[in-house]
């Protein structure tokens, strides 16, 4: 198990700049996921680590890593060799006995679920199968890293939750310090256990999953990693219990939350569309930490709804409903109030108010 | 991808601008040079080409080339272009076989193909003297009307093959958009599809231009004095009352002049016209009417069998009896014979420079190939673009270039066979340069890397995946360069010397020495030679394709 430690990275290309300065602490047998939108750099960055790409400044710790495995977006299978040429190619070329080679490309066969297939030519297999053989053509050699580029986005929906499952509990079972890039915040957020996200060439927050869901250090994070709806108001003063506060709305919405500030300071407040519950008509009971609007699109998923509802002019807000009632479904037009719990309302740092 | 390759591809870098200035550049620039200089080589402006515009035994030539070109480029486009929808779009029967006899008749030099028509149709043609018996006579197949037939004969197969290729890229659903949208079949056709073929027509049309501007046997052959740019390039080089490279140089200039515009014209229209199309399902079979069915098989079939009659004509002429250029009925070996016991230095040096010159072109073009796909830079753009000179620049002027430049210290190679095997090479090089680029615009570059990050070094990488990667590229660039090698005729003509006569030299002065039947012999083997590895490649590309390639 490697640790892997990037300091400082800096990559152009020609006048553009990549990556501006990347610093990462890559843990032993951790499965660490770089995400972001396409172009944030992730893809440059995992190509310098390979040692594919020579980076402008900054260091890679260890500088040259031998042992890398790499399974890159669109397979980089090689067409003229069959399935167990594939696997054993890097085997020959570190000159491994012949009879080791076969036993260790059976046995990487069995693992990623290809044995039988060994004499088939790449074209003759599927696309799930192909990655499968990339995967045990990386594996075979024993990296002590193993890097993978979008290895899933040329697979369907359902290939690619399989693979998925495959990749995570190979990871844990050999023990590989493993670096993932992928675009899909979903699929970062099912296999990973730490993720940093990437724009702009810039690393701007690593975390656990659920730390960068619940806790999102800045409003790109919030939007990138699932939904979320931000709502500005001014800290009127605090509230009842330790650490809350009052925040008052200009249209005279008053809410409870657990965050620090002075009363007068503008505030932003993030809250997820599943923390939103939702109460047909107007006149609700509860009248702290509401919202009143107009739905203006229903979308039935089955286990969720999502609804769009229109607080005010500028104020667009996501509500999803899980499990929703029979009977219970809100219609295009429809009047109703939202409510959320003090808890659930995550203070948006860097952020002032309406632009 | 690493540092240590950077010697190593720095040098084939390196050599190929060597070779590509030595060998191409610096003899064309030498050429334009010269056709600025006067008597005891003083620098004169204008001169020369003072004199071209105001004599009409020189102007008429460029005249008579422009004229030629562009009725032969019109009627390749007419005949290709409908021949590629009929058999792409209509039903009609044997379609395989009409394909592979388009492709076929590619494979004859020109030169070869004049001369089936004065074999056919000439003073003692065959066809000509079995009419005459019944008191009939056709019109003659001399002068331009013959050049005309047998450019668009030759050369409609160019046309056929890019738009053939340019419909099969061409999605049914575009058209079925345009159909479902309101816009008639024949607007569809304007609309939605020419857009989309059209660089490719341009294509198509470029190549027959420059092909028919550069031809030198032909007009030589059936046009009986008919004055094209390089048969007068020729004339004024090679004259027995003493040559004037000068005035030689002025053609060479204006030839390379016209086909370097003619070019970057097609290239600048292609670039702004390219689309990228995807297609997944390709135009369909329509159905069509029992009347334009029947014309369009009699088209296709007549066209066809027009392009199959110069290489039928001297494959059974070779067979038969001769006496100087009369041929008799039955069948004989005499003319095999007479070519093995008088001639067979020349087929010796036609196998042996050609097939050193397709080696050479492989290993450069393999390499120059990677270097243009893999590391585009300015430099290398220069140096494809100074390789692709070689495809505008006709064979005479190549080999004017290469007698005034090597035929002085400090190198002198007039009188060798290196100065033909020079030609060979750098006027054939661009067919692997781009089978290979091509292929490896395909091949994905992640391939390599992954082979590199499983431990294998960058240059062995390159032989063990590209390479075999690339080896239908390598195989297809190969059968082209030696099929218009081994029948070059442009540049042989003016570089063989003494033994180092080539078969398609000989063929060309047995024509003109009236000697018809070895004359066909000697064709026979070469459209065979051609043949063979085109053949054989197809065979092997086939199997492989069969394997999942």
């Known amino acids: 198990m490697t640790r892997v430690r990037v300091e400082g990275i800096v990559k152009r290309f020609g006048d553009t700049p990549a990556i501006e300065g990347v610093s990462l602490d890559v843990r032993p047998g951790e499965f660490f996921t770089l995400v972001g939108p396409s172009g944030c750099g992730k893809t440059t960055l995992l190509r310098i ?54 036993t260790k490309v059976a046995e990487a066969a069995r693992l990623v679920q290809l044995e039988g297939l060994l004499d088939r030519m790449p074209a003759q297999l599927s696309g799930g199968q192909q990655q499968r053989v990339v995967l045990a053509r990386a594996l075979v050699i024993e990296p002590r890293l193993l890097l993978m580029d979008e290895p899933l986005s040329n697979l369907d929906a359902k290939l690619r939750v399989q693979i998925r499952s495959l990749i995570r509990a190979l990871q844990r079972t050999l023990r590989i310090t493993t670096i993932y890039v992928t675009h899909d915040q979903e699929e970062a957020l099912a296999i990973s256990d730490t993720i940093a996200v990437m724009d702009r060439g810039r690393i701007l927050q690593v975390g656990k999953p659920w730390e960068l869901y619940l806790r999102p250090g800045t409003r790109f994070v919030a939007d990138f990693i699932g939904t979320m709806n931000v709502l500005h108001g001014k800290v009127e003063g605090p509230g009842p219990g330790p650490g809350a506060l009052t ?76 499990n929703p009632d029979f009977g219970a479904i809100c219609g295009v037009g429809d009047r109703l109030t939202l409510w959320f719990a003090a808890a659930r309302a995550i203070p948006m740092p860097g952020e002032t108010g309406p632009a | 991808m690493g540092r240590k390759r950077r010697d190593f591809w720095w040098s084939v870098t390196l050599l190929a601008f060597l070779t590509v200035l030595l060998f191409l550049v610096y003899p064309l620039a030498t050429v334009l040079v010269t056709s600025f200089t006067g008597e005891e080589k003083r620098f004169v402006l204008a001169e020369n080409y003072h004199r071209f515009f105001t004599h009409r035994y020189y102007y008429s030539s460029v005249v008579n080339s422009l004229y030629l070109s562009a009725l032969a480029t019109l009627g390749a486009l007419l005949v290709g272009t409908t021949l590629a929808f009929a058999v792409a779009r209509y039903p009609l029967p044997g379609k395989t076989f009409l394909r592979t006899a388009a492709n076929l008749a590619l494979l004859s030099p020109p030169f070869i193909g004049a001369y089936s028509w004065v074999v056919l149709f000439g003073r003692m043609g065959l066809a000509n003297r079995a009419l005459s018996a019944f008191g009939w006579s056709l019109p003659t197949i001399y002068g331009w009307r013959g050049i005309l037939l047998v450019f668009v004969v030759q050369y409609f197969p160019f046309v056929f093959l890019l738009v053939s290729a340019a419909l099969r890229s061409v999605d049914q659903s575009v058209e079925d958009a345009a159909l479902s949208l309101g816009s008639p079949p024949r607007r569809t056709f304007r609309t939605a599809i020419l857009p989309v073929i059209a660089p490719s027509l341009t294509a198509g049309a470029l190549l027959v231009f420059m092909a028919t501007m550069a031809d030198f046997g032909t007009p030589m052959i059936i046009g009986e004095g008919l004055r094209t740019l390089p048969t007068l390039m020729y004339g004024e080089f090679i004259n027995e009352l003493g040559g004037n490279p000068a005035m030689a140089s002025t053609l060479g200039s204006l030839l390379i002049l016209v086909n370097t515009a003619a070019l970057m014209a097609q290239r600048y229209y292609a670039f702004r016209k390219a689309y990228n199309v995807v297609c997944i399902q390709p135009l369909t079979v329509r159905r069509t009417s029992a009347r334009r069915r029947l014309a369009l098989t009699v088209f296709a079939y007549g066209v066809v069998c027009v392009a199959l009659i110069p290489s039928t004509t001297i494959l059974i002429s070779s067979f038969m009896p001769t006496r100087g250029p009369v041929m008799y009925a039955g069948w004989s070996l005499q003319s095999y014979q007479s070519i093995f016991h008088l001639i067979p230095r020349a087929i010796a040096n036609t196998f042996i420079l050609t097939a050193l010159a397709v080696v050479l072109d492989v290993l450069l073009g393999v390499l120059v190939a990677y270097l243009l796909a893999r590391r585009r830079s300015r430099v290398h753009a220069l140096l494809d673009a100074s390789i692709m000179l070689a495809y505008a620049i006709p064979g005479t002027v190549v080999g004017v270039g290469l007698i005034v430049v ?7 190679l007039t009188g060798t066979w290196i100065i033909l095997l020079v030609s060979y090479f750098i006027r054939h090089l661009p067919y692997p340069v781009r089978s290979c680029t091509a292929m ?41 360069a030696w099929m218009t090698t081994i029948g070059e005729l442009s540049s042989s003509i003016l570089l063989y010397s003494g033994p180092w006569a080539t078969m398609s030299v000989a063929i060309f002065t047995e024509v003109f020495s009236n000697h018809f039947g070895t004359a066909s012999a000697l064709a026979s083997i070469l459209i065979v030679a051609a043949f063979v590895p085109l053949f054989l490649t197809y065979r092997v590309l086939g199997e492989r394709a069969a394997l999942g390639m």
């Open chain 1, 49 to 102: 680590i390979a040692g594919l790409l020579d980076q402008d400044a900054g260091r890679v710790v260890p500088s040259y890593l031998r042992n890398i495995g790499v399974v890159f977006q669109n397979y980089a299978i090689f067409p003229h060799l069959t399935v167990g040429e594939n696997i054993a190619y890097g085997l020959k070329a570190r000159r491994v006995p012949p009879d080791r080679i076969a």
């Open chain 1, 247 to 322: 925040v008052v709305t200009d249209f005279g919405e008053r809410w409870q939350v657990q965050a620090a500030g002075s009363p007068g300071q503008p505030i932003s407040l993030g809250i997820r569309p599943e923390s939103l519950q939702l109460v047909p008509g107007t006149n609700a009971v509860e009248a702290w930490n509401s919202l009143k609007g107009t739905v203006t699109e229903v979308v039935y998923l089955g286990a969720v709804v999502r609804y769009q509802v229109k607080v005010r002019e500028d104020l667009l807000v996501t509500a999803e409903i899980h």
């Open chain 2, 406 to 412: 090597y035929n002085r210290p400090p190198i002198i």
């Open chain 2, 440 to 480: 490896l615009q395909q091949i994905d570059i992640r391939v390599e890397e992954a082979s590199v990050s499983l431990g294998v070094p960058p240059f062995r990488t390159f032989l063990k995946v590209t390479i075999p990667l690339m080896f239908p590229a390598i195989l297809s660039g190969a059968a082209l």
